[in-house]
């Protein structure tokens, strides 16, 4: 059974930084894409960021690109994401999410989320 477990949330200051976590157990991620998704209050679910797990190849939305980077420490089975330049805007729950390569996010596993607060 895959989890993720992420930790790193609170409030900061607008332009200020954090960096979120997500512990990865239960199985090789060897052929997994990991991402980060955003849900703000009365919002939809929104992705942030993905990754490789194999290779590393990382894709942002255009609202985070040169902001946010993600990352991932294989022989951890840790992912990342290093928020700078925060903006009230970021604030939203942010989960950590992982699928199969081929497969659909519809079908990812999800941790409990982790609330990013940004203040102006």
């Known amino acids: 059974q895959v989890q993720l477990v992420e930790s790193g949330g609170g409030l900061v200051q607008a332009g200020g930084s954090l960096r979120l976590s997500c512990a990865a157990s239960?199985?090789?991620?060897?052929?997994?894409?990991m991402g980060w998704f955003r849900q703000a209050p009365g919002k939809e679910r929104v992705i942030v960021a993905t990754?490789?797990?194999?290779?590393?190849?990382?894709t942002y939305t255009d609202s985070v690109r040169g902001r946010f980077a993600i990352s991932r420490d294989s022989a951890k089975n840790m992912l990342y994401l290093e928020m700078n330049s925060l903006k009230p805007e970021d604030t939203a729950v942010y989960y950590c999410?992982?699928?199969?390569?081929?497969?659909?996010?519809?079908?990812?596993?999800w941790g409990q989320g982790t609330q990013v607060t940004v203040s102006s």
């Open positions: 990754i490789a797990w194999s290779g590393g190849s990382t």
């Open positions: 239960g199985r090789t991620f060897s052929n997994y894409f």
């Open positions: 999410a992982g699928k199969e390569g081929g497969s659909s996010w519809s079908s990812a596993y």
